[in-house]
């Protein structure tokens, strides 16, 4: 799937009410598509070494979803799975396995071991098996799965990164220029702002402000900005505040493009359509509903603040993804020209 797809997944504001494991889940797995080999380079630098990166890695994960341990399914956890080209000429697996839970989970070994074998046991091919655990506990640890009875014995052991280990990341990225690292940053700022919305905001501040001057394609941008306010995510007023501070920060230091920003009123805009389109998706209960929902009540937002004749949803939910897409795109374009010639 192409980045520019993926980072379509990324709203621009998070909807009201999102349970807080999805505020983790969707940006680590969305970043780690994005920012694999940059992922690798700050989290798990010996393998990155072992890859051959003139090869394009290839995501496995519908492989990965038909051997899902029966007790992983659930909020908490994202898996990826990722076939790799290494140095040698040889085709690897990786498994890449994100625990996001709040709280330490007891049979986080037991699962990774399940899915070694799994994969191992279906595929035949060797694995290398990867754990980034970004909860709150300083003290959950688990590197391995081991079970003994009567000299039978069976030791499983796998690296780990610790997401709160990383004691500078945004030193990291002033460094070495890596945008992980800033994703990592933003993390730790919602485990340690969980009660304090006014801290986190001027946090975000912060780190997104490290993406002035580094010259990064607009495209990279854009995702880094939206995963971090993702992972950042405010309460409605005060997320309008921190836009409005942005907006005149840029103005005044024309830190980035306009086009890398949403002006308070598109991020209301943006945000109305996003809600319309989370709730008829949950009415529906699937993810397809959900994607058009969420593009059918952007696209009606965006008509009516345009001043255009608003197509019914009815008539929108007949048309093909793309061809929302593509509506959707066009009209946000649109609006965002009127923006800036109003301004």
């Known amino acids: 799937m192409a980045a ?12 009201e009410g999102i349970a807080a ?6 940006p680590w797995k969305i970043g780690l598509e994005l920012f694999f080999e940059p992922f690798l380079v700050l989290c798990f630098p010996p393998l990155h070494a072992q890859i051959d990166w003139s090869v394009a890695p290839e995501f496995l994960d519908k492989e990965l979803e038909k051997l899902a341990p029966e007790h992983a399914h659930g909020a908490g956890c994202v898996d990826k799975l990722i076939k790799v080209r290494l140095q040698n000429g040889q085709d690897e697996w990786v ?6 839970q709040a709280q330490p989970e007891s049979q986080f070994g037991l699962r990774m071991w399940v899915y070694y074998y799994r994969l191992w046991d279906k595929y035949r091919q060797r694995v290398v ?14 590197r391995c799965y081991h079970t003994e009875l009567a000299g039978c014995i069976q030791h499983f052991e796998f690296p780990i990164f610790k997401a709160l280990d990383c004691a500078d990341a945004e030193g990291e990225f002033e460094r070495t220029g890596n945008p992980f690292a800033l994703l990592v940053a933003a993390h730790q700022v919602a485990l340690k702002t969980r009660h304090d919305a006014e801290a986190r905001a001027e946090a975000r501040f912060r780190i997104v402000n490290y993406l002035r001057g580094r010259g990064m394609p607009r495209r990279r941008i854009v995702d880094l900005y939206r995963l971090i306010g993702w992972l950042t995510f405010l309460p409605r007023d005060l997320e309008l505040q921190f836009q409005e501070r942005l907006a005149k920060f840029e103005q005044r230091e024309a830190a980035m493009t306009a086009e890398t920003l949403l002006a308070p009123i598109e991020l209301i805009a943006l945000e109305r359509g ?4 989370w709730q008829q998706g949950r009415q529906q209960g699937r993810q397809e509903g959900r994607q058009e929902g969420a593009l059918i009540g952007r696209i009606q937002t965006c008509q009516e603040l345009l001043g255009l004749v608003v197509t019914p949803m009815e008539e929108l939910a007949q048309e093909e993804t793309g061809v929302l897409q593509w509506r959707y795109q066009a009209l946000e374009k649109e609006l965002r020209d009127r923006l800036r010639r109003a301004s």
């Open 4 to 15: 520019g797809k993926l980072a379509d997944k990324v709203p621009a504001v998070m909807p």
């Open 21 to 26: 494991s999805a505020q983790f889940d969707a």
């Open 95 to 100: 498994l890449v396995h994100i625990e996001v």
């Open 129 to 142: 098996s990867l754990a980034v655990l970004a909860d709150d506990d300083p003290d959950w640890r688990p």
């Open 274 to 277: 996003q809600q319309e389109g």
